[in-house]
């Protein structure tokens, strides 16, 4: 990857990796997981003529992406550890990942997850795989509600800016690397140094002109990754 990407969203943004270690930042549904599980909750507690009238809303710009996020999470009406059973039964994680997790962990790469999803269900998820240390930046629900309800992590558009973090590595001197899938992932993704995108994201990239490696799966992401650690260091 070139130097000459747009940063517009990111002026600390520098333009070379070269003489700066790699932190490695990833999106959890859709991108670990499969599929992703706020989407796929909301297909099984929907509503649907409340969900279309909520999507016109979002549409016009009359709802904020946060604001739907609560409304899509607030349809769960059940407990949570019978969802997380369910969620257990039918989710898969990218069976690559936890060795990428390994191989970030040999390489002295930190290597955190970024959701708008929930931290009660990626834990549950991830709990089976060894990957020492978890880091994990994530919405969570308010313990006890029926119906569930979101408690965001700030006020951003999406209840959690994870942009935040990419600047924060940068400011530490780190190069952040990203691997996304999704909407709510694209300030994220103009933040990163080297960028790692799928579905709804990489769309995106082709539209606004941002580069960014297509990925597949965790593996994807470790053989791209071991070609630029080369110019950087661990
Ligand atoms: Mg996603």
Not at 73 to 94: C, H, M, N, Q, S
Not at 157 to 168: I, N, R, T
Request: hydrophobic fraction near 45%; charged fraction near 25%.
């Amino acid at each position: 990857m070139n130097s000459s990407r747009p940063f517009a969203a990111c002026p600390e943004a520098r333009a070379s990796i070269r003489d700066m270690k790699i932190w490695v930042f990833t999106d959890f549904d859709g991108t670990v997981s499969n599929p992703d599980t706020i989407d796929l909750l909301g297909k099984i507690f929907d509503r649907p003529s409340e969900r279309a009238v909520m999507r016109d809303r979002l549409a016009t710009g009359a709802l904020k992406p946060s604001e739907w996020l609560a409304w899509e999470i607030g349809l769960v009406d059940a407990p949570l550890g019978k969802v997380l059973e369910f969620l257990r039964d039918v989710v898969v994680i990218d069976p690559t990942f936890p060795a990428f997790a390994g191989w970030c962990r040999k390489m002295g790469f930190p290597l955190t997850i970024l959701s708008n999803g929930l931290e009660e269900i990626i834990r549950s998820l991830l709990s089976p795989f060894d990957l020492g240390e978890l880091r994990l930046e994530a919405n969570h629900l308010e313990e006890g509600k029926v119906p569930w309800k979101v408690v965001f992590k700030d006020g951003s558009a999406w209840g959690h800016d994870k942009s935040a973090y990419l600047k924060k590595s940068r400011i530490e001197g780190y190069a952040p690397v990203f691997v996304g899938d999704g909407v709510s992932d694209q300030e994220a993704a103009l933040c990163a140094e080297v960028l790692f995108a799928k579905g709804e994201l990489a769309s995106i990239c082709e539209r606004i002109g941002l580069e960014y490696y297509p990925f597949a799966s965790f593996e994807d992401v470790r053989s791209v990754l071991e070609k630029v650690a080369g110019q950087a260091r661990p």
